[in-house]
């Protein structure tokens, strides 16, 4: 018996790409992924009844894969230059970043202009929004990347950096994890920024962002995208408390 190609594509999963070292949103433990998005990936795809392939990779290399149309990607900012390339969902969650200072410091963050001339910690692969893309361009402050909030932390409770950014919730419980009690989250955000399933334009995947938007705008109705970011905040906390400062 012959399979038409459409009922074929229907059972193929959808490769999504996640972060692996952005805990409590993304991350992987033993090369599966785990944390926030892909719980809310999982949840989404299965509501709106098509199946999903997870994997977690470094950030850099999920973000080359999907310009070249190798699967999507999950928990992403949108970006004027990303939006010109890639097709996006509506939001599954808005992070807000945080800017940590040391408790020391002699000086505080109340304005963007706060951070010029100083040298901030962020993540490689990572847009903190569009004025601190542009400030960094120019530059009015100078932006050293490295592969997680926990390496960038550690230097700024060093010393070696002015301040750090960070998605609120993860910046929190890496500190704590960590035992460090000299650097603190300032008053204000930088920013926040609303996070996305994206696909390449090229990928033609508008019809499955429209049913995944259906899926996103139910679950958010239902109460669901809450309750899965607070258990998963939750579990990531309580095995983070287990486990002996670093």
Not at 55 to 80: E, F, S
Not at 90 to 110: G, H, Q, S
Request: proline content about 4%.
């Amino acid at each position: 018996m012959l399979i038409s190609t459409a009922n074929a594509e229907r059972r193929s999963p959808v490769l999504l790409q996640l972060d692996d070292s952005n805990p409590p949103f993304m991350y992987a433990i033993d090369g599966e992924p785990a944390g926030v998005y892909p719980a809310l990936v999982k949840a989404v795809f299965a509501r709106a009844g098509v199946p999903v392939q997870l994997q977690a990779k470094p950030w850099v290399r999920v973000l080359n894969d999907v310009d070249r149309g190798h699967g999507g990607i999950g928990g992403v900012y949108r970006t004027n230059q990303r939006a010109r390339k890639w097709d996006f969902s509506t939001p599954l969650l808005t992070e807000n970043i945080a800017v940590f200072l040391r408790k020391d410091a002699n000086w505080t963050f109340t304005d963007f202009s706060d951070l010029n001339d100083r040298t901030i910690g962020t993540v490689r692969g990572w847009s903190y929004g569009e004025s601190f893309n542009t400030a960094r361009a120019i530059p009015l402050l100078s932006a050293e990347d490295t592969q997680s909030d926990r390496i960038n932390l550690r230097k700024l409770a060093s010393g070696r950096l002015d301040a750090v950014l960070a998605v609120e919730e993860a910046g929190n419980i890496a500190l704590k994890s960590m035992g460090i009690s000299t650097i603190a989250q300032a008053g204000r955000y930088l920013s926040a920024n609303p996070a996305h399933i994206a696909f390449a334009k090229s990928s033609g995947r508008t019809a499955l962002l429209q049913q995944l938007n259906k899926a996103i705008a139910d679950l958010k109705r239902e109460g669901e995208i809450n309750r899965i970011f607070m258990q998963e905040l939750n579990r990531h906390t309580a095995a983070e408390a287990l486990k002996s400062p670093q």
